[in-house]
Nanobody, 122 residues
Framework: QVQLVESGGGLVQAGGSLRLSCAAS????????MGWYRQASGKQRELVAT???????NYADSVKGRFTISRDNAKNTVYLQMNSLKPEDTAVYYC????????????????WGQGTQVTVSS
């Protein structure tokens, strides 16, 4: 059993910054790739950024140069630093993690957080 809990969302003006955090807890053997996705009202959920266990990152073109994904493996936590925010960044942001769990790590699953609202005003 694994849970992901997000925090850090809120309301900011265009050009401002926010940092999202997502902590995983439970019977974790190994956390593989972690990521952030977002879903604007009435839109499809889309990938924002991913980071592998080795620290390799990937970003959507729309956030390159503005957002930074990072992780602290000792804390089982992934972060998303969001700078130069735009109104079009407004969405519910979801944490995602592919995790091997159990004592032997023989069970795997992709987990999702509950989502945290980010609203960017103009």
């Amino acid at each position: 059993q694994v849970q992901l809990v997000e925090s850090g969302g809120g309301l900011v003006q265009a050009g401002g910054s926010l940092r999202l955090s997502c902590a995983a807890s439970g019977s974790i053997f190994r956390i593989n790739t972690m990521g952030w996705y977002r879903q604007a009202s009435g839109k499809q959920r889309e990938l924002v950024a991913t980071i592998t266990s080795g620290g390799q990152t990937n970003y959507a073109d729309s956030v390159k140069g503005r957002f930074t994904i990072s992780r602290d493996n000792a804390k089982n936590t992934v972060y998303l630093q969001m700078n130069s925010l735009k109104p079009e960044d407004t969405a519910v942001y979801y944490c995602n993690a592919n995790i091997n769990w159990g004592p032997l790590g023989g069970m795997s699953y992709t987990y999702w957080g509950q989502g945290t609202q980010v609203t960017v005003s103009s």
